[in-house]
Nanobody, 115 residues
Framework: QVQLVESGGGLVQPGGSLRLSCTAS????????MDWYRQAPAKQRELVST???????GYSDSVLGRFTISKDNAKNTVYLQMNSAKPEDTAVYYC?????????WGQGTQVTVSS
């Protein structure tokens, strides 16, 4: 059983920065692709960023150039650095991985971008 726990959410002003963390209960991060998703009110959950086992990264068009995903295998933690935040980034952010036929999700962390 894999457990994912997000942290680091909060209120940030437009143009500001925030770093989200996702800590896994096991050494899953070094052997499975990890993702960040987000879900805004009344919208579908969308993929924001992904990082593979060998560190290759991918981003949605909406965050490309502003967000950076990274990981620390020794700490079983994945990060999402959010820069140049926009009001449309407001959402609950979820950590996710798919392992041995199962989807694992964290409980989510709220990010609100507002002045």
């Amino acid at each position: 059983q894999v457990q994912l726990v997000e942290s680091g959410g909060g209120l940030v002003q437009p143009g500001g920065s925030l770093r989200l963390s996702c800590t896994a209960s096991a050494s899953i991060i070094s052997i499975s692709t990890m993702d960040w998703y987000r879900q805004a009110p009344a919208k579908q959950r969308e993929l924001v960023s992904t990082i593979s086992t060998d560190g290759n990264t991918g981003y949605s068009d909406s965050v490309l150039g502003r967000f950076t995903i990274s990981k620390d295998n020794a700490k079983n933690t994945v990060y999402l650095q959010m820069n140049s935040a926009k009001p449309e980034d407001t959402a609950v952010y979820y950590c996710h991985t798919y392992w041995w036929g199962n989807d694992y999700w964290g409980q989510g962390t709220q990010v609100t971008v507002s002045s």
